[in-house]
């Protein structure tokens, strides 16, 4: 569509998650209008973040250094490890500022047709934490999709011969939500979480 450097632009942008075509040629002309210093700057940035982005050496989240801010902070339980998929996860259920355990993130989900399998993800690593003893309860905050409900019942099965109390988020309707707009997985774990009240 556009000629030479500009339709790679467009193209390494679309490669993005979230981000369309039509998106990704937005923020290739936004780019373009930019002066050249800003652009240099996101771009050393990018650079800068590629260099000095790992993950910790323990939970598997992104950190500056081999161990995280989170795992090296002595105030934290170790009797509780939330289990999610991605590093961005722990950052959703840091944000509610209720947590006070330890995070272990898998690096995604059981995906068969995205060829993902159980020993693609960091899951001998979890193994291996929950064997030290220390940990007493296992949260599964994984996502509430068929992977992550997948990795969830595969976790669960592993889990289950350790001496360890497996629980999962719940879920179900949102509030202020209808039941007509539900889908079925979601008014299905509403049905089945449900409480007295």
Known sequence: MFEG??????????TLPGIGPKSAQRIAFHLLDRDEESVRRLADVLIEVKEKVRFCEICGGISETEICRI????????DIICVVEES??????????????????????????GGVGPDDLRIS?????????????????LDPNIEGEATSSYLAR???AQDVKVTRLASGLPVGGDLDYADE??????????RSI
């Open 88 to 113: 961005k996860d722990v950052f959703a259920i840091e944000r509610l500022r209720e947590f006070r355990g330890r995070y272990h993130v898998l690096g995604g989900a059981i995906d068969p047709i």
């Open 5 to 14: 450097v500009v339709q790679d632009l467009v193209d390494e942008l679309g």
């Open 158 to 160: 592993m889990l289950g």
């Open 185 to 194: 997985m979601t008014l299905g774990r509403a049905f089945l979480g449900r």
């Open 71 to 78: 795992c090296s902070d002595a105030r934290r339980s170790n």
């Open 125 to 141: 690593e979890l193994m291996q934490r929950i064997a030290k003893g220390e940990t007493d309860e296992v949260i599964l905050a």
